[in-house]
């Protein structure tokens, strides 16, 4: 079984509120990964946790505040967001393993702010 | 800078032909390769990964990896309409598990 969950599937927000999405994944991955993607372009790294630690930060603005609960949980906090944070957010996992392993993405939050 | 690129598309090919894919990498240095589809408004879905030097194939699907040209392709046999999508290559390079994405490419099966 390769599937990684997302909730909401979408979102609609106001700069001023706060909102959660939510991930999860039972394939015993120890590995999981934020992205956002635009329309027409690639997913974007945002943050990685391995072992349920942080272990990459790509500069994110402080709007977005990741979460791992446990090891098949990963949350993002978001407050404050700007109508450019609009996109699709993917969420994903993965074994660790040095050289990289294969990344299963759930199904995404389409996430609107207005 | 890491890199990957990927031909510009859109690639058209009718339906039953072969769909070639081709993809180049900057970092030597890279171990782990991957190739994603992606319908529209849909997330990117795992279709191949290649670790070796060679050829791995899988159904329709086969992944070759040339290391010393650094160059990564995805061949699709017997191409049908329902593999319209964008085809994402994706490389990752070190210990971090960081992937590096091309900007994908668009394919149409024509039926």
């Known amino acids: 079984d390769t599937e990684v969950t997302q909730t909401p599937k979408h979102l609609v927000m106001g700069m001023t509120n706060k909102k959660s999405l939510k991930c999860e994944q039972h394939?015993?991955?120890?590995?999981m990964y934020w992205y956002k993607q635009k329309a027409k372009k690639p997913p974007e790294l945002m943050f990685v946790?391995?072992?349920?630690?942080?272990?990459i930060n790509e500069s994110v603005p402080s709007r977005f505040s990741p979460e791992c609960p446990n090891s098949s949980l990963l949350n993002l906090h978001l407050h404050a967001l700007q109508p450019e944070d609009s996109a699709l957010y993917l969420c994903?996992?993965?074994?660790?393993?040095?050289?990289?392993?294969?990344?299963?993405f759930g199904p995404g939050t389409r996430l609107t702010v207005t | 800078q890491k890199e990957v690129e990927q031909n510009s598309g859109p690639l058209s090919v009718p339906e039953g032909a072969i769909a070639s894919l081709n993809c180049t990498y900057s970092?030597?240095?890279?171990?782990?390769f991957f190739w994603y589809r992606q319908y529209s408004g849909k997330s990117p879905e795992l279709i191949m990964f290649i670790y070796s030097n060679g050829d791995k194939e899988d159904g329709r699907f086969t992944a070759q990896l040339n290391k010393a040209s650094q160059y990564v392709s995805l061949l699709i046999r017997d191409s049908q309409p329902s593999d319209s999508a964008t085809y994402l290559c994706?490389?990752?390079?070190?210990?971090?598990?960081?992937?590096?994405f091309g900007k994908g490419i668009t394919l149409s099966v024509r039926p």
């Open positions: 946790y391995s072992y349920e630690k942080l272990s």
């Open positions: 994706a490389v990752n390079a070190g210990a971090n598990s960081k992937l590096t």
């Open positions: 394939m015993g991955h120890r590995a």
């Open positions: 970092d030597r240095g890279s171990q782990s």
């Open positions: 994903a996992s993965s074994q660790v393993r040095a050289g990289g392993h294969e990344q299963y």
